[in-house]
T-cell receptor, first 117, second 114 residues
Framework: AQSVTQLDSQVPVFEEAPVELRCNYSSSVSVYLFWYVQYPNQGLQLLLKYLSGSTLVKGINGFEAEFNKSQTSFHLRKPSVHISDTAEYFCAVAGMNSGGSNYKLTFGKGTLLTVNP | AAGVIQSPRHLIKEKRETATLKCYPIPRHDTVYWYQQGPGQDPQFLISFYEKMQSDKGSIPDRFSAQQFSDYHSELNMSSLELGDSALYFC?????????????FGQGTRLTVV
């Protein structure tokens, strides 16, 4: 089984400031890691994912995340945020297994990023 | 590119009624997942199907059932609806083959039970 902890439920920042949203996970098997963004009353949009290879992954809208296996972390970063980045951000993990359900996701509780002018 | 299609997008039901949510996966995807997201909550995994067979089960109430049909679309049937069933229900699909890299989500069905 997997679990995800998002350490901050809310992160307020000013426009053009850098931001880091923290995510730690727990799993007894190797994992795939994802960050999703959800705007109010909308669906889930994939920001980026780590499956294998380079531990630094770049996603859409200028976001990036670094997989740290020793610290079981997958923190999301953006060097300069915009008002339009205001949304709920979910970290999610899928445990690698054979057969189907390869991408069954366990989500964290979410972090509300609020970008203020 | 084709995406995951969910219908209806919005549904209002009364308590004790029945609801059916439909999900049409991306073509050639063999796995479907259902999630429930309550107000202000994270999405919770309900159930998944791989090649038309149930592959995993999460926190799905006994009042709910689901299946995947021969054309790979899936339906989530919810009976004896309760106020607490009001939520956003997401369907996602993925490919178990080597080309599969993630689960793709639909836009969700917002169910309101009154």
């Amino acid at each position: 089984a997997q679990s995800v902890t998002q350490l901050d439920s809310q992160v307020p920042v000013f426009e053009e400031a850098p931001v880091e949203l923290r995510c730690n996970y727990s799993s007894s098997v190797s994992v795939y890691l994802f960050w999703y963004v959800q705007y109010p009353n909308q669906g889930l949009q994939l920001l980026l994912k780590y499956l294998s290879g380079s531990t630094l992954v770049k996603g859409i809208n200028g976001f990036e995340a670094e997989f740290n296996k020793s610290q079981t972390s997958f923190h999301l970063r953006k060097p300069s945020v915009h008002i339009s980045d205001t949304a709920e951000y979910f970290c999610a993990v899928a445990g690698m297994n054979s057969g189907g359900s390869n991408y069954k996701l366990t989500f964290g509780k979410g972090t509300l990023l609020t970008v203020n002018p | 590119a084709a995406g995951v299609i969910q219908s209806p997008r919005h549904l209002i039901k009364e308590k004790r009624e029945t609801a059916t949510l439909k999900c049409y996966p991306i073509p050639r995807h063999d796995t479907v997942y259902w999630y429930q997201q309550g107000p202000g909550q994270d999405p919770q995994f309900l159930i998944s199907f791989y090649e038309k067979m149930q592959s995993d089960k999460g926190s799905i109430p006994d009042r709910f059932s689901a299946q995947q049909f021969s054309d790979y679309h899936s339906e989530l049937n919810m009976s004896s609806l309760e106020l607490g069933d009001s939520a956003l229900y997401f369907c996602a699909s993925s490919s178990s083959g080597q080309g599969g890299t993630e689960a793709f989500f639909g836009q969700g069905t917002r169910l309101t039970v009154v």
